[in-house]
């Protein structure tokens, strides 16, 4: 294959079908409660942070339960200062079904709003749209009465609370 503009102009004017607009629907609200931070310090890849999942809540129209308290976020800050999201995580539903989820993503923050991020007093003050945090969801279950979530794509928008980070996730369609 050969990448280029030429390739795409011409399978254009043969008439090549539109893939569309991209759509989306609610899917759940989430709250991932931060437990530990471990500072790993300055690698060759940035500055590496993980952080433990202590636990949280989900709920949606077709899915609520809670956040175990396992898994992780293994962010890694660059040196433009952006933090790039590598989390895992489980959920579990209020019918016990087990819900393993794998996110990644981008958190954009300027250096000021960190500090006061890193504050809880301020937390409430920062107006999530002064940054941006989005990621991207995949899901894996076992459960069959939820196996429609091992074949789908979410995105994430997100905001930093008192407790964690909170992501209004949606199925993309």
Not at 65 to 75: I, K, N, S
Not at 128 to 148: D, I
């Amino acid at each position: 294959m050969v990448c280029g503009t030429s390739g795409m102009a011409s399978a254009s004017a043969k008439g090549a079908m539109s893939m569309g607009a991209i759509e989306t629907t609610h899917l759940f609200e989430v709250e991932f409660e931060i437990g530990n931070m471990h500072m790993v310090g300055n690698t060759p890849y940035g500055q590496r942070t993980i952080a433990t999942i202590a636990g949280g809540t989900f709920a949606g129209a077709r899915l609520r339960g809670r956040v175990l308290p396992c898994g992780g976020d293994w962010g890694l800050f660059r040196s433009d200062g952006t933090l790039s999201v590598d989390a895992r995580s489980c959920l579990e539903t209020d019918d016990a079904a087990l819900v393993s989820v794998t996110y990644s993503g981008r958190w954009r923050i300027a250096p000021d709003l960190l500090v006061r991020l890193g504050d809880p007093a301020q937390i409430d003050r920062v107006d999530p749209s002064e940054y941006y945090l989005r990621t991207l969801l995949l899901f894996e279950t076992a459960a069959e009465r939820y196996a429609w979530l091992n074949d789908i794509v979410a995105v994430g928008n997100g905001r930093r609370t008192v407790k964690g980070i909170a992501y209004s996730v949606h199925e993309v369609r």
